[in-house]
Structures are given as structure tokens and as C-alpha cells.
T-cell receptor, first 117, second 117 residues
């Protein structure tokens, strides 16, 4: 979905390096999410933010941190990357309000493929 | 806790034949159910959702899903498969009885659909 962009699209790094993945959205949504996708494991939630001042841990937050710089921007950091963080990372957004938007239909970015050597 | 199971890692079907991708769920309250599709090198795209009402939900690209409360299932179906339907399909659930920090989607592990000529 072109309304949700992620940079970089691909990144190869070494163990111990600090990495930041960035997500921007033009959908005007308050809620943003970071997931990682691993083969056979589906999508697992790392962190989520319901507004700029609200950040919450997901099911696999260890080794990750996030920053919600603005409504439209949500960054994911790996403070000291390790090989088992090699995965495909997705950012997603959703709305909350009246009508169907309150049912958390999520819109995904194209993903960042991260390889940690 | 909420959970989703997709019992088949892969489903193979001939073009023109009907297809079914299975999903079962577990939530404490009322389920909000979703299907997403992921094409190669792309993010997830929303297909359809069930919130309430008619048990047969119609979505994008000719897909539909049937909600069965007694069997806690939400199987994805299409009457006539196309080669272009080949992709990875994810079922997701949210507990409609939860708000705030509980307002998150849980995804299944995904089912790879392969449609052959």
C-alpha cells in the first residue's frame, strides 16, 4: 500500500550494529504497529502505538525499541542486532473512529528485509 | 488469550476449481475476523472481515468467507480459482470484547495457496 512506506527496503548488517527501520504513513491514522514475519511463524507483533504518547510492547519486544516521532512516523530500532533478528519487518496502520474504521482493519507497508550476519 | 490456527501450510488447487483455506480461532468475547493476502515481495493486503451480521462475508477479488460460531471457524473460499490467486493467506482475529491494550490482531501462521493450470 503506497500510503504506508518503509525505509530501507533491504538491509544487511553485522552482529552488534544498531539499526533503525523507519515507517511513514499518509493515511492519517492514529494507530501504528511493527511486526516481524518469519517462515512458519506468521506475523508477530513487536510494538504498537495508539497515538503519539502511547507506546506498548507486543509479544516479542525484547531486543527492540521504538519511537513515535509524529502521528505519521513510527521507527523501530535494534540496539544491538543479532542473527536471530533476521526477518521481514512490516509496519502497519489502522484507524479508530466511527464506522468500519474502529474494527482495526490494518494497512501494511511493503516490508523491510533485514539480514543480520 | 486469543489465537488463530491455519492447519494447512499449503493448499494446491487447479485453476477453475473451488478453493478453501481453513481458519479456526479462539477468543473470549465476540470475534472480529479478518483475511489478508500477501503476494511475493509485498505487504499484506486486506481481503475481507467479519464483525457481525450475515455469516457469509464477501470480499475483494471474488473471495468470500463463512463464519461458523459453533465450529469457531472462518474459512476462506472462492468458487473458481485463478493462477493469479497464488499467494500467502493469513487469517487474523481480534477479541471484540476488549478495548485499549487488548485491541490487537493475532495472526495465523499463513497458508500458501498454489493454483496450477
Amino acid at each position: 500500500d503506497a500510503d504506508v512506506t518503509q525505509t530501507p527496503r533491504n538491509r544487511i548488517t553485522k552482529t552488534g550494529k544498531r539499526i533503525m527501520l523507519e515507517c511513514s504513513q499518509t493515511k492519517g491514522h492514529d494507530r501504528m504497529y511493527w511486526y516481524r514475519q518469519d517462515p512458519g511463524l506468521g506475523l508477530r507483533l513487536i510494538y504498537y502505538s495508539f497515538d503519539v504518547k502511547d507506546i506498548n510492547k507486543g509479544e516479542i519486544s525484547d531486543g527492540y525499541s521504538v519511537s513515535r516521532q509524529a502521528q505519521a512516523k513510527f521507527s523501530l530500532s535494534l540496539e544491538s542486532a543479532i542473527p536471530n533478528q533476521t526477518a521481514l519487518y512490516f509496519c502497519a496502520t489502522s484507524d479508530y473512529g466511527s464506522g468500519s474504521g474502529r474494527f482495526d482493519e490494518q494497512f501494511f507497508g511493503p516490508g523491510t528485509r533485514l539480514t543480520v550476519l | 488469550a486469543q489465537s488463530v490456527a491455519q492447519p494447512e501450510d499449503q493448499v494446491n488447487v487447479a485453476e477453475g476449481n473451488p478453493l478453501t483455506v481453513k481458519c479456526t480461532y479462539s477468543v473470549s468475547g465476540n470475534p472480529y475476523l479478518f483475511w489478508y493476502v500477501q503476494y511475493p515481495n509485498r505487504g499484506l493486503q486486506f481481503l475481507l472481515k467479519y464483525i457481525t451480521g450475515d455469516n457469509l462475508v464477501k470480499g475483494s477479488y471474488g473471495f468470500e468467507a463463512e463464519f461458523n460460531k459453533s465450529q469457531t471457524s472462518f474459512h476462506l473460499k472462492k468458487p473458481s480459482a485463478l493462477v493469479s490467486d497464488s499467494a500467502l493467506y493469513f487469517c487474523a482475529v481480534r477479541d471484540g470484547g476488549l478495548t485499549g491494550g487488548g485491541n490487537k490482531l493475532t495472526f495465523g501462521t499463513g497458508t500458501q495457496l498454489k493454483v496450477e493450470l
